[in-house]
């Protein structure tokens, strides 16, 4: 499913450039995807626009503390809900929108949700919002993962 979400980030400027569902479930098979994971890609990405669609002003006064219950830190793990609490304080994602990351991320079957899969759940996040990542955000988002070699600072 993730390259199929990462295939549409690359391919479509914004959301509203997609076509309708079913010619895109057609695109996407011609492609070379298989039909269950165009399927859950296309649910996944109907329930975050749904999500994405909620009013910003609900939640932008928030100040306060984001505490993650048991099944939420399971399924984020340390390394995920650390990312998304960086990108927070550092004024990249609203606290509506962190809400937003944290239930696609518990809608996956998987667990831990790996970093690399969390850091295209706020790609695409940002794409369903038409909201371009900045370049510090993007640094983030598209550097080292985990398993490769640590970024060198100079």
Known sequence: ???????LYETY???DACPEPAALAKKL??????DVEISEALVWLN?????AGVEQSLTAASSGTRF???QELDVLGTAAVGFIQFLESA???SPLQRE???ERALALDEAPVSLGKLKIIVLMLLWSQGKE???LMFDDLFGAEEDQAPRLLH
């Open 47 to 51: 329930d975050l626009a749904a999500m």
């Open 91 to 93: 004024g990249l994602l």
């Open 13 to 15: 400027y914004r959301p």
């Open 133 to 135: 990542p900045d370049a």
């Open 1 to 7: 499913m993730f390259d199929i979400l990462v295939y």
């Open 29 to 34: 098979s011609a492609v070379g995807f298989d």
């Open 68 to 70: 993650y219950v048991r």
């Open 100 to 102: 937003i990351v944290i």
